[in-house]
């Protein structure tokens, strides 16, 4: 069956620190892969896509990678702030509009 | 633009009765989404449309579950009878099509900030 995982439920990094978080999946060929960030009691906020012709994309202090061989992205926060602080969603679609999402990994980045 | 926005924010009801919860999406977003996050399942896709068609209600739990979009401004998601086990925080998010925004196009949810369902 079709699964998307993220590497932990919980990250905790330090400051300035780069935080590393993992999506993995298995029986999908999506061919779109998106990030989100969700604080406490808010949806979540959109933050990149990724193409499955694409193996990385960069955004001020956030780059993805797209590995469809390992079926795989990581997303990287360089020079991490408390501010980074917050669940984070990995989402893909095929050739649908319709994401599914990954179940998501807390991340706390303490001063 | 104000964003989706959902009413109600919170609703507490009792096992039995019956739930409507409001979206209004993105002027000039055709697409139109239904989740629902909890603790134990995460973000499940509910039920989706486009141009106010109903594409894909495989999400829909049971037929306690229906959810209509009577015009573009506009949809509801009800549940009747509701149940204790229905507790979650139900999202809708809307988006714009692939082809509008062409070889930029990135599919972005702009979610809203949420209903969050309590069945006592």
């Known amino acids: 069956s079709q699964k998307i995982e993220q590497n932990s439920e919980a990250l905790n990094i330090q400051e300035g620190k780069t935080a590393t978080l993992t999506c993995n999946y298995t029986?999908?060929?999506?061919?779109?892969l998106q990030w989100y960030r969700q604080d406490p009691g808010r949806g979540p906020v959109f933050l990149l896509l990724i193409r499955e012709n694409e193996k990385e994309k960069r955004k001020e202090r956030l780059k993805v990678t797209f590995d469809t061989t390992l079926k795989q992205s990581l997303f990287h926060i360089t020079a991490s702030q408390p501010a980074d602080s917050a669940t984070y969603l990995c989402a893909l679609t095929g050739s649908g509009q319709n994401f599914v999402f990954g179940p998501g990994t807390r991340l706390s980045v303490l001063p | 633009d104000a964003g989706v926005i959902q009413s109600p924010r919170h609703e507490v009801t009792e096992m039995g009765q019956e739930v409507t919860l409001r979206c209004k999406p993105i002027?000039?977003?055709?697409?139109l989404f239904w989740y629902r996050q909890t603790m134990m399942r995460g973000l499940e896709l509910l039920i989706y449309?486009?141009?106010?068609?109903?594409?894909?209600d495989s999400g829909m739990p049971e037929d306690r579950f229906s959810a209509k979009m009577p015009n573009a401004s506009f949809s509801t998601l009800k549940i009747q009878p509701s149940e204790p086990r229905d507790s979650a925080v139900y999202f809708c998010a809307s988006s714009y099509p692939r082809l509008a925004g062409g070889s930029q196009w990135a599919g972005e949810l702009f979610f809203g900030e949420g209903s969050r369902l309590t069945v006592l």
């Open positions: 029986n999908y060929s999506p061919a779109y």
């Open positions: 002027s000039g977003h055709d697409y």
């Open positions: 449309f486009n141009n106010n068609v109903p594409i894909d």
